[in-house]
């Protein structure tokens, strides 16, 4: 990089920094105003207070007091990187649902709908605070949010971190908000399988929250990536911890509630999933629990109910596994890339299941277990079984049955 285009980049990140810790997250206004004249000129515009009114009503507050200088070297000695759409890292593909939305919200806007959402702005980012050296931009295509209670029961945390544990050793990111309770057993389950988690924090990434889970954001951080839209410093008021919610939705390709309360804030990752035209899938619990109340109810919702979701195998079946080379648990299926494709786009539904539901290599399995891994009646387990042989797929062995890529 020449000098030129050094000191071009760094007056493009001391701008991204100097907006991101005026305003609020998630300010249609600001977001409009930054799209229409560039980071550049629009910080120079609201240091200058020379914008328009409704700019000028969400930035005058902090922006004499806001130093992004001193917010990009606390980021620097923290380890964390900030992040604007020009950068190669920048999760496009993940954001392009937000921006869409956030397109039809300015629209609105422009014809006088002002009010603010109860939920809150579903519109993208102007910047993020990352740390951490997985690739963001590769975050979306296969992930999902895995949300729920913090006061969850010892039911849901099991199932949040099998769950999470199962998606992981299949690739899979899973995305949470490093809260207690259900978000943790997530991102616990991902990383004890080795895999990759994203921590989206409602504060600054150099003050964790809550504080008894600074190791666990250290852990993600080297596995994973913490994820901010605010400068460090910044607390984790309550309007942040809504507005984060639609950036855990809009990196999940589907977003998972494991166990929620009839007010719980995962249904606002929900109605936000939703909104973005992703998939919402739940996990029925106990009648008797009113921490499964807010799963049961997204199920039942009359218009665009949420998928009830019971095995791993079930959940991939949302986030693109049938479009990867790779099979269950990781494993390279066998024939090469072409024929597996043709012979896994060949099999149905439930044949699909059944094969999702195979371990990892060296593995066997009965058909009762693979019943349980699947998710599939014992019946349709039998039935895919001669169909998976028939394509190559799985062998039979001494203990049942296994990948056919590592039969002896």
Same mark, same amino acid.
């Given at each position: 990089?020449?000098?030129?285009?050094?000191?071009?980049?760094?007056?493009?990140?001391?701008?991204?920094?100097?907006?991101?810790?005026?305003?609020?997250?998630?300010?249609?206004?600001?977001?409009?105003?930054?799209?229409?004249?560039?980071?550049?000129?629009?910080?120079?515009?609201?240091?200058?207070?020379?914008?328009?009114?409704?700019?000028?009503?969400?930035?005058?507050?902090?922006?004499?007091?806001?130093?992004?200088?001193?917010?990009?070297?606390?980021?620097?000695?923290?380890?964390?990187?900030?992040?604007?759409?020009?950068?190669?890292?920048?999760?496009?593909?993940?954001? $392009?649902? !937000?921006? =869409?939305? *956030?397109? +039809?919200? &300015? %629209?609105?806007?422009?014809?006088? @709908?002002?009010?603010?959402?109860?939920?809150?702005?579903?519109?993208?980012?102007?910047?993020?605070?990352?740390?951490?050296? $997985?690739? !963001?931009? =590769?975050? *979306?295509? +296969?992930? &999902? %949010?895995?949300?729920?209670?913090? @006061?969850?029961?010892?039911?849901?945390?099991?199932?949040?971190?099998?769950?999470?544990?199962?998606?992981?050793?299949?690739?899979?990111?899973?995305?949470?908000? *490093?809260?207690?309770?259900?978000?943790?057993?997530?991102?616990?389950?991902?990383?004890?399988?080795?895999?990759?988690?994203?921590?989206?924090?409602?504060?600054?990434?150099?003050?964790?929250?809550?504080?008894?889970?600074?190791?666990?954001?250290?852990?993600?951080?080297?596995?994973?990536?913490?994820?901010?839209?605010?400068?460090?410093?910044?607390?984790?008021?309550?309007?942040?911890?809504?507005?984060?919610?639609?950036?855990?939705?809009?990196?999940?390709?589907?977003?998972?509630?494991?166990?929620?309360?009839?007010?719980?804030?995962?249904?606002?990752?929900?109605?936000?999933?939703?909104?973005?035209?992703?998939?919402?899938?739940?996990?029925?619990?106990?009648?008797?629990?009113?921490?499964?109340?807010?799963?049961?109810?997204?199920?039942?919702?009359?218009?665009?109910?949420?998928?009830?979701?019971?095995?791993?195998?079930?959940?991939?079946?949302?986030?693109?596994?049938?479009?990867?080379?790779?099979?269950?648990?990781?494993?390279?299926?066998?024939?090469?890339?072409?024929?597996?494709?043709?012979?896994?786009?060949?099999?149905?539904?439930?044949?699909?299941?059944?094969?999702?539901?195979?371990?990892?290599?060296?593995?066997?399995?009965?058909?009762?277990?693979?019943?349980?891994?699947?998710?599939?009646?014992?019946?349709?387990?039998?039935?895919?079984?001669?169909?998976?042989?028939?394509?190559?797929?799985?062998?039979?062995?001494?203990?049942?049955?296994?990948?056919?890529?590592?039969?002896?």
């Amino acid at each position: 990089m020449t000098a030129a285009a050094n000191v071009e980049r760094e007056q493009h990140l001391l701008a991204a920094a100097f907006l991101s810790r005026v305003a609020e997250p998630a300010s249609v206004p600001l977001w409009m105003f930054v799209e229409e004249h560039g980071y550049r000129a629009a910080a120079a515009a609201v240091r200058a207070g020379d914008v328009p009114a409704e700019v000028a009503a969400c930035t005058e507050a902090r922006r004499s007091a806001a130093d992004p200088e001193a917010d990009l070297s606390a980021a620097d000695r923290n380890g964390i990187r900030l992040l604007t759409p020009a950068d190669a890292d920048w999760p496009h593909f993940a954001f $392009a649902a !937000l921006r =869409a939305t *956030g397109q +039809r919200r &300015v %629209a609105q806007w422009r014809v006088g @709908a002002r009010a603010r959402p109860q939920r809150g702005e579903l519109i993208p980012p102007l910047a993020l605070w990352v740390r951490g050296n $997985a690739p !963001l931009a =590769a975050v *979306g295509p +296969r992930s &999902v %949010a895995v949300v729920g209670s913090r @006061a969850a029961t010892a039911y849901g945390e099991h199932i949040a971190s099998e769950f999470s544990y199962g998606l992981a050793q299949r690739d899979v990111v899973v995305v949470s908000g *490093g809260a207690y309770g259900i978000d943790a057993a997530a991102h616990r389950g991902a990383l004890a399988a080795g895999g990759c988690s994203v921590l989206v924090s409602a504060g600054g990434l150099d003050r964790p929250y809550p504080s008894g889970h600074r190791h666990l954001y250290d852990q993600t951080a080297e596995q994973g990536l913490l994820v901010s839209e605010r400068p460090p410093g910044s607390a984790p008021h309550r309007q942040r911890f809504l507005s984060r919610n639609r950036l855990i939705a809009a990196l999940g390709a589907a977003t998972l509630v494991v166990e929620a309360a009839h007010r719980s804030g995962a249904l606002n990752s929900a109605g936000y999933a939703r909104d973005l035209g992703r998939p919402v899938l739940a996990v029925p619990g106990p009648v008797t629990s009113a921490m499964s109340a807010g799963c049961h109810r997204l199920i039942q919702r009359e218009e665009e109910p949420a998928s009830l979701v019971t095995s791993v195998a079930e959940v991939l079946s949302y986030c693109g596994s049938a479009d990867l080379v790779d099979g269950p648990g990781g494993a390279p299926l066998p024939g090469g890339s072409a024929p597996v494709r043709r012979s896994y786009d060949s099999l149905d539904a439930v044949a699909r299941s059944v094969l999702d539901g195979f371990p990892g290599r060296g593995h066997s399995v009965t058909e009762a277990e693979l019943s349980r891994l699947s998710g599939q009646p014992i019946s349709k387990v039998i039935a895919a079984l001669p169909v998976l042989q028939g394509a190559g797929l799985i062998t039979v062995a001494r203990e049942g049955y296994r990948l056919a890529s590592v039969a002896s």
